[in-house]
């Protein structure tokens, strides 16, 4: 039977709908109403900041000072224990970017070639604009910046930061795109502190799918065929081959019998928005987006093979080891919600 990883996980379609839900949410979070008053404003002019009936004044400073920490341990937690889980599905570069796309790619199937791009640039600079504006919502009444907008009646810092991060969002998904993750995010640089043998991430089955190639059709997948798995030092050794040819030298020939799974069809590296190759191990630049985990799904089930090739799930876990939920780093992190949390609740009551 194949490596046992916590069960074989489905493709994950709901990456979609989770992002139109936060993008929704994002857009709707200013026109949100309690009381008769925005929801959400940090009004800045009037030094105060109302979050859904609770108003802190420049004398709490120290309150919201508080829930940007437990905000900020809460995410290094569910980082340490799920992985990057914000990276892939909710940092909103990740959000744009994917919205960009499907711009992009609806534009490409409803318009002619020489209209595309254009068409493209104009939708992008539109909801670029849209979130510049829903953004400096949450510092200005939405309502009164909306209004004023027809006839330009903004002041010169809400021009300002509605263009500015205009400008953000339509550079940073639209031509950064990856860059921004990979060179750009402080965040990203914190993963290895974060981190550890038991979190899980993506993850390629080598004992599986080594050695790679292509095959003919109809030959069934190595669990059913009983070539079975290939243990560790083998498969990490063509693993590597693959990866270093020059270095390593050139893979030996393996007949149809005795290849692994993997078809090397590539459609992991394609799929992914980083452009990495998930079979050459854990890299620090993966997202943990799932959507190498798609792709490969869908060509494993057109092969006939089963899923699970690529998993999201911990090395250790892949290795075949019980997954320990309780690490040092999850009990000092839990520390510090829990004390943050139990001072913030002691400063309100």
Known sequence: MSTPCNGIPRPWRWRG??????????????????????????DINARRFDLFGWTLWPGDVGVLVGMLAVLAVGLALLTHLAGRIWCGHACPQTLWRRAFDWIAHGMAKALPAPAVRPATQVAWGLLSLWTGITFVGLFSPINELVAAAPHIGWSGWETFWVLFYAAATWGNAGFLREQVC???CPFARMQPLLTDPHTPRM???????EPRGTRPSGLGGVLGRGRGL???????DYVFRAAHPLLAGPMPTFSADRLGDCTDCAACVSACPMQLDIRQGPQADCLACGACLDACSRQQHQAGFGP?????????AMAGQPRQWWRPRTLALLSMLLALLACGAWRLL
């Open 17 to 42: 709908a989770l992002s139109v839900l936060l993008l929704a949410l994002f857009y709707a979070l200013p026109w949100l109403r309690w009381n008769g008053h925005q929801a959400l404003l940090l």
């Open 182 to 184: 990979r060179s750009l």
């Open 203 to 209: 993850l390629y089955d080598a004992r599986r799918g």
């Open 230 to 236: 290939l243990d560790p030092t083998t498969a990490q």
């Open 308 to 316: 699970g090739l690529v998993r999201y799930c911990s090395p250790q």
